[in-house]
């Protein structure tokens, strides 16, 4: 069984469309993130939460703890915002820091 | 803006050769990682390093993988004798402290190639 799930597994939009990509875990977490990782592999960190809600230009990232859920939201999307999402959840209670990873969500954004 | 840089960015190395990948983590970064991802498959945690000493590694580490921080910048990961199914995408990354809050910073990999 996969401790974190991801949904959906591709997602096809077009420019200017709002976009929502899920992610739900089974573990206890102290931390979760939310991670881009363009087509040449490379991986960067979009957000890293606890609680709440965090916004940085057109990315809303949301967890909800009690319901073990957290979402990514793109606004107004762009096709430089394809690449694959992954979220990734830091296990409470775990040594320092490492990371389980969902299987990415693959993301394109049609002209 | 600091960053983690790998090297080499491709490593293409016949089966049974040794291999040494090469992380320098961001330098007030006191805690560091190896992660693989296989092509098409989902990244995994190999081992995390902390005070000159493995604090943690998953089953895929194994006896074939070792860890150092040999001169306190460079932090490696040898593969002693590659296996085909070693081929894979290998990600450092660090983070500034232990801290269950403090984000972690990637390097952008190197992809290991095993003929």
């Known amino acids: 069984k996969n401790e974190v799930e991801q949904s959906p597994q591709n997602l096809t939009a077009q420019e200017g469309e709002f976009i929502t990509i899920n992610c739900s875990y089974s573990?206890?977490?102290?931390?979760l993130h939310w991670l881009q990782q363009h087509p040449g592999g490379g991986i960067v960190s979009l957000f890293m939460l606890s609680s709440g809600k965090k916004k940085h230009g057109r990315l809303i990232a949301t967890i909800n703890i009690q319901e073990k859920h957290s979402s990514l939201h793109i606004t107004a999307s762009h096709p430089r915002d394809s690449a694959v999402y992954i979220c990734a959840v830091r296990n409470y209670g775990g040594s320092q820091g490492n990371l389980i990873f969902g299987k990415g969500t693959k993301l394109s954004v049609k002209p | 803006e600091p960053e983690v840089t790998q090297t080499p960015s491709h490593q293409v190395t016949q089966m049974g050769q040794e291999v040494i990948l090469r992380c320098v983590p961001i330098?007030?970064?006191?805690?560091f990682y190896w992660y693989r991802q296989i092509l098409g498959q989902k990244v995994e945690f190999l081992v995390s390093?902390?005070?000159?000493?493995?604090?943690?590694k998953s089953e895929i580490f194994d006896d074939q993988f070792s860890v150092e921080r040999p001169d306190g910048s460079n932090f490696t990961l040898k593969i002693r004798s590659t296996k085909l199914e070693d081929s894979a995408m290998y990600f450092c990354a660090s983070i500034e402290g232990g801290g269950p809050y403090n984000e972690q910073f990637f390097g952008p990999g190197t992809r290991l190639t095993v003929l």
């Open positions: 573990v206890g977490i102290s931390a």
């Open positions: 330098s007030n970064h006191l805690y």
């Open positions: 390093f902390y005070n000159n000493e493995i604090s943690e």
